[in-house]
């Protein structure tokens, strides 16, 4: 099984997101080959989960809230997404760390309020083009992964993701190498396998498209991908589909 996970970010005004979940509720998908899910603009999230009906296509919250209810203006919670038929949140996004000043702290309780709730985290996890020129690679991994699980009481059957989304390499069009991909992968898997027996997926993001998608999920080590601007463009979001339905 690869995941195929589609970040439309702010890209689509509300008509473009409705027409673009239309146009994917239209295709037919093999559920044994690829899980495909979508994470739609807030005020979108609705009408794209009634879009999308029955057909096999989760639908996830771009951020959320760390409380579920209460005086927090302009915030949205997993409670309340959960409320109209999400079952999956992005949480830690680079643009929500390094735009919106998220922390490691903020990170973790999001995560925390996902579980609570029964939201299905994708947490996101990458270092700064800076980290990288400076050697920090694996530091900055370890430190977001460590904020992430250590201690982090998961429920048993939870599902649980996490990308690898080098900050450099979203909306660049500089994708990462896939065999240094594969082996960030193997280092993000035994950072959280010294703090949780928990089974997490690991998706790769950043630059990804229906060109170079098979590169990354032929990877053993790579569960699927997370695509941001290719996902927001029907050909591209059906042929990365397309491709992970090819292998076996
Ligand atoms: P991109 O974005 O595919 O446009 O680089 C990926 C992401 O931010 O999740």
Redesign the pocket.
């Known amino acids: 099984m690869k995941y195929i996970f589609g970040?439309w970010?702010m890209y689509l005004g509300a008509e473009e997101t409705m027409q673009l979940a239309e146009d994917l509720a239209s295709v037919t998908i093999r559920v044994d080959q690829v899980q495909v899910g979508v994470f739609p603009v807030s005020i979108a999230v609705r009408d794209v989960v009634e879009r999308v009906g029955g057909a096999p296509i989760a639908v996830g919250a771009q951020n959320i809230a760390w409380v579920p209810k209460g005086a927090y203006t302009g915030a949205v919670s997993g409670l309340l997404y959960k409320e109209i038929g999400c079952t999956h949140a992005l949480i830690g996004?680079?643009?929500r760390r390094y735009i919106f000043g998220e922390t490691d702290e903020a990170v973790r309780k999001k995560v925390e309020a996902a579980l609570d709730v029964g939201l299905i985290p994708v947490i996101?996890v990458g270092e700064t083009r800076e980290d990288l020129e400076q050697g920090n690679r694996e530091k900055r991994l370890h430190e977001q992964v460590t904020a992430i699980f250590a201690g982090l009481s998961i429920p048993a059957h939870q599902s649980l993701f996490v990308?690898y989304?080098p900050v450099w390499?979203?909306?660049?069009g500089e994708a990462c190498d896939p065999s240094v991909a594969a082996s960030v992968h193997t280092f993000i898997r035994q950072e959280i396998a010294q703090l949780t027996a928990h089974s997490v997926f690991v998706l790769y993001?950043?630059?990804?498209?229906e060109k170079n998608v098979l590169s990354y999920l032929t990877l053993d080590t790579v569960d699927g991908v997370?695509?941001?601007?290719?996902?927001t463009q029907k050909e591209s979001l059906i042929a990365m589909i397309r491709a992970a339905e090819t292998i076996a």
Request: proline share 0%; charged share 20%.
């Open positions: 970040n970010k996004h680079s643009e996101c990308a989304e390499a979203i909306g660049s993001g950043g630059s990804v498209d997370l695509a941001g601007r290719a996902s």
